[in-house]
């Protein structure tokens, strides 16, 4: 496990819960888009111990009450699992963000009652998943038994996808609404550039452009809201 990175206080990465977030290295894909370019590949720096993370969460018992998992892609790391179970043993919830590539990993960890809440990045409507995943040859199926399992359960979560002007277009929104038809939530997240993204030169959708592709999802997801724009 590469713990790359410690966000020790956020409002926003656990809905209705103070929370810290760790950044796990390593990913599967390589969306062009990605602002975490520097966790994707196996040279990604480590930054904490487990013991650095644990005694952080220790000392912030009592004022924290959950730890979002985020990357790269956690499932791809092999001690996930004891991970979690040390950090709930301190008593916290724990909040998942994942692709969704590795269904099984998502059915095991919900099936053990390890997990609170995840948070599903759905990269765009199923043609043009491979292009806003970076993945040629991506298995769409994977990503569908994700999306059925979160649908079909009994866990709190939600879908989100960052809307990339040169990437996205109403067609992909008009798509993931078919797809994900009556899903308990939906964000749309507006891209923001910065130095960390692995393939520079992409821009933001203004708000106009945003609240129609809101207004296209919003009849199969009333549930559809903007997340994290500065409209």
Request: proline share 5%.
């Amino acid at each position: 496990m590469k713990l790359c990175g410690l966000q020790k206080t956020t409002l926003l990465d656990y809905p209705g819960h103070l929370a810290a977030t760790i950044f796990l290295g390593g990913c599967n894909f390589r969306c062009p888009f990605c602002h975490n370019s520097e966790l994707l590949g196996p040279d990604a720096r480590e930054e904490y111990s487990e013991e650095d993370i644990l005694q952080f969460l220790k000392r912030r018992a009592g004022i924290l009450e959950g730890v979002c998992i985020t990357g790269g892609e956690p499932t791809l790391t092999h001690d996930l699992e004891p991970f979690i179970r040390k950090i709930r043993g301190l008593g916290y919830l724990v909040k998942l963000d994942t692709n969704g590539f590795q269904p099984e990993v998502l059915k095991d960890l919900i099936s053990k009652g390890l997990l609170d809440y995840i948070a599903m990045d759905i990269k765009s409507g199923r043609d043009n998943y491979q292009q806003a995943a970076g993945v040629p040859g991506l298995q769409i199926n994977h990503i569908e038994e994700s999306v059925s399992l979160l649908m079909n359960g009994t866990l709190p979560y939600e879908f989100r996808t960052t809307a990339v002007k040169g990437i996205h277009t109403a067609e992909d929104f008009m798509d993931i609404g078919k797809w994900i038809a009556g899903c308990s939530h939906y964000y749309i997240q507006n891209y923001v550039d910065s130095d960390q993204v692995l393939c520079p030169g992409y821009s933001s959708f203004t708000k106009e452009e945003l609240m129609e592709f809101v207004n296209i999802v919003s009849p199969y997801i009333p549930q559809t809201a903007l997340r994290g724009t500065d409209y």
